[in-house]
């Protein structure tokens, strides 16, 4: 009897033991200095949020990790891979990064909606294009946090995605992007108004659209856009040839 009770004591110490050191510590959102360099020489923070990690700013290579340029675009294509200065205007690359094709993002890889999504595509080694899943990972989690959320619908989380400069201000309706744009941006995502090209450059200051590697349909490809007149982020999809912004997210 005496063995049997120094084994269950063994037993029980083991397992608190177990859940003292073997449980995952908590990780708290943050920004993350330096996380990255592209091919380019580029260096990118990035902000914990959650379980994931997302760069902090819009991505600006014009190659591949391996190399393998891109074509500065003149015009909208699918027949090769895109990108283009915002707005027309290469003095705000470094703050709004390149806007790219979907052939450019995607470098060959198949549609996906995985959890994470497997391509790397046009991102840096380590790093991948994400699928509208993790899009909606990312809404869901920040829904959840009340220091993202403005007013009392946990969908409204798109001014803690959105830079506090650029952004078109909309002086009518609470709680929106462009409404009091000092109040953006506590992820410290820093999305910013890249607009969008579409044969002409356009909705620059009023609108951010994200590529995901997730295939909508043979021509169109899942967004996630940020407007300056709406609280939330929306989920859509848009013409692959049309030159949008990228975000990464970490392997």
């Given at each position: 009897?005496?063995?049997?009770?120094?084994?269950?004591?063994?037993?029980?110490?083991?397992?608190?033991?177990?859940?003292?050191?073997?449980?995952?510590?908590?990780?708290?959102?943050?920004?993350?200095?330096?996380?990255?360099?592209?091919?380019?020489?580029?260096?990118?923070?990035?902000?914990?949020?959650?379980?994931?990690?997302?760069?902090?700013?819009?991505?600006?290579?014009?190659?591949?990790?391996?190399?393998?340029?891109?074509?500065?675009?003149?015009?909208?294509?699918?027949?090769?891979?895109?990108?283009?200065?915002?707005?027309?205007?290469?003095?705000?690359?470094?703050?709004?990064?390149?806007?790219?094709?979907?052939?450019?993002?995607?470098?060959?890889?198949s549609t996906s909606y995985l959890k994470p999504s497997g391509v790397q595509g046009i991102c840096p080694d380590g790093w991948h294009v994400p699928s509208v899943e993790?899009?909606?990972?990312?809404?869901?989690?920040?829904?959840?946090?009340?220091?993202?959320?403005?007013?009392?619908?946990?969908?409204?989380?798109?001014?803690?995605?959105?830079?506090?400069?650029?952004?078109?201000?909309?002086?009518?309706?609470?709680?929106?992007?462009?409404?009091?744009?000092?109040?953006?941006?506590?992820?410290?995502?820093?999305?910013?108004?890249?607009?969008?090209?579409?044969?002409?450059?356009?909705?620059?200051?009023?609108?951010?659209?994200?590529?995901?590697?997730?295939?909508?349909?043979?021509?169109?490809?899942?967004?996630?856009?940020?407007?300056?007149?709406?609280?939330?982020?929306?989920?859509?999809?848009?013409?692959?040839?049309?030159?949008?912004?990228?975000?990464?997210?970490?392997?």
């Open positions: 009897m005496k063995n049997k009770s120094l084994l269950w004591a063994l037993v029980a110490m083991g397992l608190l033991l177990c859940f003292s050191s073997c449980k995952k510590d908590k990780v708290e959102d943050g920004l993350i200095e330096g996380a990255v360099t592209d091919i380019d020489g580029n260096t990118y923070n990035a902000v914990q949020l959650g379980d994931q990690v997302w760069m902090a700013s819009n991505l600006r290579c014009t190659k591949y990790a391996d190399g393998t340029g891109l074509t500065y675009g003149l015009t909208v294509t699918s027949d090769a891979p895109c990108y283009y200065p915002p707005n027309d205007n290469l003095d705000i690359v470094d703050t709004c990064g390149y806007l790219y094709n979907w052939k450019a993002v995607m470098r060959g890889s993790e899009w909606r990972i990312l809404l869901d989690y920040l829904g959840t946090n009340a220091n993202y959320i403005t007013g009392e619908n946990s969908k409204n989380v798109a001014k803690s995605l959105a830079a506090n400069e650029l952004w078109t201000v909309d002086s009518i309706n609470a709680y929106t992007v462009g409404n009091d744009l000092s109040a953006n941006n506590a992820t410290l995502f820093t999305a910013y108004p890249a607009g969008s090209y579409n044969g002409n450059y356009v909705r620059y200051g009023t609108r951010a659209d994200f590529w995901t590697c997730s295939e909508h349909s043979a021509t169109a490809a899942d967004i996630a856009s940020l407007s300056h007149n709406s609280p939330i982020v929306s989920i859509n999809n848009g013409e692959k040839t049309y030159g949008r912004s990228v975000r990464c997210v970490k392997d």
